[in-house]
Nanobody, 119 residues
Framework: VQLVESGGGLVQAGGSLSLSCAASGSWISINDMHWYRQAPGKQRELVATITRGGSTNYGDSVKGRFTISRDNAKNTVSLQMNALKPEDTAVYLC??????????????WGQGTQVTVSS
């Protein structure tokens, strides 16, 4: 599965951005999908998770500000980010838990998209 993110950019603090991730390729199913972020000098951080059924979970630092959603028919996952803060600046990466055609589970990662929040 190939994952391609889009929608990053530069925004002022308090503003909003929407990220999208599209999956392509062949698989039996894409199960949980996630957004991670990695800032320079920091560990990769789990931002949000959404199950195939639509249940969601968020990191404490983004609760109430970010919303994850997915469209199983279009094989996409999105992240709506509101009330952005400078500390949200990072490369945002899409991640999927995939069941392959060979019935093996594996992780797939996108290449990442930069989000920069200015103060």
């Amino acid at each position: 599965v190939q994952l391609v993110e889009s929608g990053g950019g530069l925004v002022q603090a308090g503003g909003s951005l929407s990220l999208s991730c599209a999956a392509s390729g062949s698989w039996i199913s894409i199960n949980d999908m996630h957004w991670y972020r990695q800032a320079p000098g920091k560990q990769r951080e789990l931002v949000a998770t959404i199950t195939r059924g639509g249940s969601t979970n968020y990191g404490d630092s983004v609760k109430g500000r970010f919303t994850i959603s997915r469209d199983n028919a279009k094989n996409t996952v999105s992240l709506q980010m509101n009330a952005l803060k400078p500390e949200d600046t990072a490369v945002y990466l899409c991640h999927a838990d995939v069941l392959s055609l060979a019935s093996r589970n594996y992780d797939s990662w996108g290449q990442g998209t930069q989000v920069t929040v200015s103060s």
